[in-house]
T-cell receptor
């Protein structure tokens, strides 16, 4: 089985721009979770989608949003980028949800905001 | 407030030595997971522990979940350079809660 794929792998944006990141889960997995990883804060949960519905949400501002499509692929969007949004964005898929099974992570998208 | 505290933050030891890293909380967790992350990659799940007092072994790695389900430890026997990486613990307090991660222990094994 192919693993979790994320595109793009690297991205450079400037403050005020917006960005869309994509995640393709493992075939058959219905849950996709998104995380932000920074050296200072570690891995922080953004949100989880299951069967196209947001199941859980972390403590991030409304500039961070996501969606999931009928084929389980997911996108996250960050609007009005700030310098502090520079981070590694990871997505993870699981068959029945992050709390009910193992999570499999993608390699991440490294976002640099200038 | 960090709900899952990992210690030490950094550890550098010689190949062949044994080591233990810790994941502690003041809260009870329904399950805890341990991941290893290498540079440029996402975390890879090593183990999930769900029962207080549970011990799981994965080759030279031994994982233990505390009796009260508030803490966990990872012991590596005869560390090898391939064990180098960032070790993360993660868990959820209730079944429907989001997963919380610790900040990790960065382990470096010197050949």
């Amino acid at each position: 089985k192919a693993g979790v794929t994320q595109t793009p792998r690297y991205l450079i944006k400037t403050r005020g721009q917006q960005v869309t990141l994509s995640c393709s889960p493992i075939s058959g997995h219905r849950s996709v979770s998104w995380y932000q990883q920074t050296p200072g804060q570690g891995l922080q949960f953004l949100f989880e989608y299951f069967s196209e519905t947001q199941r859980n949400k972390g403590n991030f501002p409304g500039r961070f949003s996501g969606r999931q499509f009928s084929n389980s692929r997911s996108e996250m969007n960050v609007s009005t980028l700030e310098l502090g949004d520079s981070a590694l964005y990871l997505c993870a898929s699981s068959p029945m949800g992050s709390n009910n099974g193992n999570q499999y992570f993608g390699p991440g998208t490294r976002l640099l905001v200038l | 407030t960090q709900l899952l505290e990992q210690s030490p933050q950094f550890l550098s030891i010689q190949e062949g030595e044994n080591l233990t890293v810790y994941c502690n909380s003041s809260s009870v967790f329904s399950s805890l997971q341990w991941y290893r992350q290498e540079p440029g990659e996402g975390p890879v799940l090593l183990v999930t522990v769900v029962t207080g007092g549970e011990v799981k072994k994965l080759k030279r790695l031994t994982f233990q979940f505390g009796d009260a389900r508030k803490d966990s430890s990872l012991h590596i026997t005869a560390a090898q350079p391939g064990d180098t990486g960032l070790y993360l613990c993660a868990g959820n307090m209730n079944r429907d809660d989001k997963i919380i991660f610790g900040k990790g222990t960065r382990l470096h094994i010197l050949p």
